[in-house]
């Protein structure tokens, strides 16, 4: 375990410091900063400024009222658009041109409302019950699902990626030789995966805690569904077992390998696996309850990058996570030890490409 | 004692090694040579475990090698490898903590070996940006940083200057002393002749000789006899056994079989003997011979 963990320090040691991980890392986390301030720059106001000539109306939800001291200044300002409209002595709303819908509405229903309690009548608004999902955050959902798949498919694939890397730089530079006298191969495969690994978690943790600071600092928090924290957790938990499965194979097929300029072709199937785990999981993304979704996000791989899609976009019973838990942590199993006996034996034969029927039996 | 019995591996149809047999005492130099191909790295890497044999064994101190022993191992394959882009001190100190050592021993013993070998000013700087000589130095320290109790080094001496030749050789030379079996592979003879306690010569996957130095010019016989004659005339040495070549006023008798004691005698009578002695075969003849 000792030569395991030593060998994963030096993963984590000697790739943290790269400019390149630096550099990416800080990319990402500017990215998705402004990912959460965008709602608050392209979705609109949230306030509407309405000028007023005469008595100022009891306040008004979502309305700004600026004060004029008569109708030729309220108008200018309408016409310069320093307010959207102006409400003049409680009789006429200027506008230029057609009023905003919304703003209307609001400005009727107000007047509405003012006149109603003068006549001395309460009245009680209308209650809206939901007898579906709960819909009320549906679109936010749907965004953090996005969001979620598209840093889930780079981070896999960029973790992968580097351990694949590792692997041949060690076989071909057949450092490999000198690292088996003292290391077994498990432990020096399971280093290069927990190493990358920590790396990855790290990444993901930035990007989790740069995007939820933002969102909180953006005011953009207050529409996150309930159950974030559950959202994250399962995020964490799918990374790792998605990592696991696909670091693994990576490592295996680089193995096989003596020279970087090999690696793509010989890592083909992993990447197509990997695609069409991105691809599918759009279909959990877009129609979280529907039974594509739903099937795909029980079966690994699929169920790696589907499940945690599907939770952020929509609640899924637990029944369905531990089953689809339980069989993606049974293919991470098979893969590991599938995988660190092609590692074994491929990773000393050096030289032309093995083929993997060899090292199989 | 380090023994290696009767070592078989093939590769499909290729048969590599075909019963390889040798032993290296504590403290003896082992010079391994042979031609390309011969056997030389997958007899190394079956000793360190990095390769497996077909079947045979390698004991040290009458057990058989286990991971654990090997271990304690040093080991510099043919094909250097190192992290290209980790510095020198931090490779060297890695190596010595993946060999088991605590991270105060691996620093100490990492500085000792960069003050003897010359790389102290380097040990800050990327492995990639060294010299081959030095990348080769870098090599050897971390086969030695852990201290080891068997060295094996396959062709440590390729690709590096005189200077740097003689250094190696010293620091093998040292380890030696302090009773550690030394095995290493080389193409240069005279370096082995002048190193080694002991030479293996290996041919086709199979040990065509092995002893020390002077057990292989025995096995040789006694050398041809050489004598060298100034200013007689020609036709001295009719009837000797043996060939006569002419340079200048000199003749040289070249003799595998004749009497020593007739030859000088007709060799006296007929000019001014300027040498007379049997002649030592080198390494390489004996290399040549063994392997023909």
């Not at chain 1, 609001?106 to 007047?111: D, E, G, P, Y």
């Not at chain 2, 003879?189 to 010019?217: F, K, N, P, Q, Y």
Request: aromatic share 6%; charged share 20%.
């Amino acid at each position: 375990m000792n030569g395991l963990w030593l060998v994963a320090q030096r993963e984590i040691r000697t790739r943290i410091r790269t400019k390149g991980f630096i550099v990416s890392l800080a990319i990402t986390a500017v990215l998705v900063g402004a990912f959460a301030f965008i709602p608050k720059l392209f979705g609109g106001n949230d306030t509407y400024d309405v000028g007023v000539v005469g008595t100022a109306p009891a306040a008004v939800e979502q309305v700004k009222f600026v004060t004029y001291a008569d109708e030729a200044a309220a108008r200018k300002a309408v016409i310069d658009g320093d307010v959207e409209a102006a409400l003049i002595d409680d009789q006429t709303v200027l506008a230029d041109g057609e009023i905003n819908d919304r703003l209307g509405l609001i400005l009727q229903s107000a007047h509405r409302d003012a006149q109603i309690k003068q006549a001395g009548l309460t009245i009680t608004p209308l209650r809206v019950v939901s007898v579906g999902a709960d819909a009320a955050y549906e679109g936010v959902r749907a965004g953090l699902a996005m969001l979620l798949m598209m840093m889930l498919f780079f981070l896999l694939i960029y973790s992968a990626m580097f351990v694949a890397m590792g692997v041949v730089e060690e076989k071909g530079s057949r450092i490999v030789e000198i690292l088996l006298t003292s290391v077994r191969p498990w432990q020096l495969l399971g280093g290069k995966i927990v190493g990358l690994g920590v790396l990855g978690l790290i990444n993901l943790g930035v990007v989790i805690a740069v995007g939820l600071g933002a969102a909180f600092a953006s005011g953009l928090a207050t529409d996150l569904p309930p159950g974030m924290a559950g959202i994250v957790i399962s995020a964490v938990v799918w990374f790792i077992l998605g990592y696991a499965f696909f670091s693994t194979l990576a490592a295996a097929f680089g193995s096989l390998v003596s020279r970087q300029e090999e690696l793509n072709g010989v890592l083909t199937p992993m990447t197509m696996l990997m695609t069409l785990t991105y691809l599918v999981s759009y279909l959990a993304a877009a129609e979280p309850t529907g039974t594509p979704a739903r099937i795909l996000s029980l079966i690994p791989p699929f169920s790696s990058m589907v499940m945690p899609v599907r939770t952020a976009a929509a609640e899924v019973p637990l029944g369905e996570i531990v089953l689809a838990a339980a069989l993606m942590i049974a293919a991470v199993v098979v893969v590991l030890l599938a995988g660190a006996r092609v590692y074994e034996r491929a990773v000393l034969r050096t030289g032309a490409r093995v083929k993997l029927g060899e090292v199989i039996r | 004692m380090l023994e290696i019995d009767n070592l078989r591996k093939r590769y499909g149809d290729k048969v590599a090694l075909d019963g390889v047999s040798f032993a290296v005492r504590p403290g003896e130099m082992f010079g391994f040579v042979g031609a390309n191909g011969a056997g030389k790295t997958t007899t190394m890497r079956i000793i360190m475990g990095v390769l497996e044999a077909d079947s045979g064994e390698v004991r040290h101190e009458g057990r058989p090698v286990t991971y654990e022993d090997r271990r304690a191992y040093g080991y510099m394959p043919e094909e250097r490898g190192l992290y290209q882009k980790m510095k020198v001190a931090e490779q060297v100190e890695y190596f010595g903590r993946l060999h088991g050592l605590t991270p105060a021993a691996a620093r100490r013993t990492t500085a000792e070996l960069l003050e003897r070998l010359g790389l102290v000013e380097r040990r800050g700087d990327a492995v990639e940006a060294l010299s081959l000589g030095n990348q080769q130095r870098v090599q050897l320290a971390v086969a030695l940083v852990h201290d080891p109790g068997v060295l094996i080094l396959d062709e440590p001496f390729s690709g590096l200057d005189p200077l740097a030749v003689d250094a190696l050789a010293e620091a093998l030379k040292d380890r030696a002393a302090s009773g550690v079996p030394v095995i290493f592979s080389s193409h240069q003879l005279e370096l082995v002749e002048r190193l080694c306690d002991s030479v293996g010569i290996i041919s086709a996957g199979r040990m065509v000789a092995c002893g020390s130095v002077a057990e292989l010019r025995a096995g040789e016989g006694r050398g041809l006899l050489k004598v060298v004659v100034r200013g007689a005339a020609p036709g001295w040495a009719e009837g000797l056994p043996g060939e006569i070549t002419v340079d200048g006023d000199r003749q040289v008798l070249l003799s595998a079989d004749g009497d020593d004691q007739t030859i000088l005698r007709r060799a006296v009578q007929a000019g001014h003997v300027e040498h007379f002695g049997r002649q030592e075969p080198t390494l390489v003849e004996i290399f040549r011979e063994a392997v023909a």
